[in-house]
């Protein structure tokens, strides 16, 4: 499903989508530290038909994506979405900032948040950091 969608997102354009592992291998959790997601995320670029994967044990944890103020608050009061399947796939798409958190109580104060900026490739030609073949990207045939 999710290559499906990928594959159809790009038709028009001429790059590859990524498919990123939220935390890598240690998945979508509160014990890593208060800034771990953020450096997570600072270390990547985010494009227009990019999928998160955020795993988790959907008997402890939850996805919600909020507003930038309820982000800085750990405010799960109005979630914009609620994801809480285990293996939840978020397909960033539009452009723009891209906010998430836990929702359970305190979790989101230790660290559970993250927050992408997703920007557009085609005003990106001079950012070969997502350019190439890496861990966990998809390559489809361009176009
Ligand atoms: C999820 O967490 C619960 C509570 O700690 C635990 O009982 C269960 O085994 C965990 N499930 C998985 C798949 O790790
Ligand atoms: C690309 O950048 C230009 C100039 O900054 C802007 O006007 C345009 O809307 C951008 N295009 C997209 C598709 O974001």
């Known amino acids: 499903m999710a290559l499906l969608i990928v594959a159809l997102s790009l038709i028009g354009l001429v790059r590859t989508s ?3 592992e939220v935390g890598d291998s240690n998945g979508w ?3 890593m530290g208060l800034d771990y997601y953020k450096t997570w995320s600072s270390s990547k670029n985010f494009y227009v038909g990019d999928i998160l994967l955020f795993q988790y044990n959907e008997t402890l944890h939850n996805v919600m994506e909020v507003s930038s103020q309820d982000f800085e608050l750990c405010n799960p009061k109005s979630p914009l979405t609620i994801y809480q399947s285990q293996n939840e796939a978020v ?3 539009p452009t723009g900032h891209y906010y998430f958190i836990c929702g359970v109580p305190g979790h989101c104060e230790s660290g559970q ?3 992408v900026l997703v920007v557009d490739p085609i005003n990106e030609s001079n950012s070969p950091k997502s350019m190439g073949i890496g861990e966990g990207q998809i390559l489809v045939p361009q176009i």
Request: aromatic share 16%; glycine share 0%.
């Open 91 to 93: 397909y960033l798409n």
């Open 113 to 115: 948040k993250l927050d």
């Open 29 to 31: 959790t509160t014990t």
């Open 18 to 20: 990524s498919l990123y």
